[in-house]
């Protein structure tokens, strides 16, 4: 897909005159390209999350809301939505934090770069550990997120629990 003759490629060059390979110069381009491979790699997962989780809500509570006149969006917005709202909190969460740590799919796609603008904490990390010979930098810069992490974390646990909705 982001080689030279690639789809990417392809389509960055028919509707915005970009030419390829360079464009990963820009950064906002290099950020987007990632995001879409990294969507690309998870969307399958998750969609599989979502699809078991809507198929768990029992059909009279739709039936219901479609004789009070609830249709389509509505039907979503206060039925759908309000049930799956901590298995969203929860799949935000963790694609947050597989995000940050997400090595492989920067590395192979960018590289971090331009000029490190793409990097996440994990490639970060590899850069100062093995670039440039700093392993207790590498080491601080991948550990500097436990402190931000962890709390966040915690506050979701709690809210998750305090607000479980049974079916």
Known sequence: MLQQ???????????FEIDGPIWFNNR???????SAVYIWKWMPFWTVIFMAARMRIPRDIYDSA???GATGLRRFVHVT??????????????STLWAVGDFTTVYLV???????????LATL????????????LGVAAVMSTLPVLIPIVLLLMRRLQTSEVEL
């Open 66 to 68: 479609q004789v009070d």
């Open 110 to 120: 960018s590289g971090g770069g331009p000029a490190a603008s793409t990097d996440v």
């Open 28 to 34: 906002w381009l290099g950020v987007g390209v990632n």
């Open 125 to 136: 990390g590899f850069h100062y550990a093995f670039d440039a010979s700093k392993p207790a």
């Open 81 to 94: 939505f309000p049930l799956l709202a901590n298995l969203y909190l929860l799949c935000t969460l963790l």
């Open 5 to 15: 003759e690639g789809l990417v490629n392809g389509v960055l060059s028919a509707l």
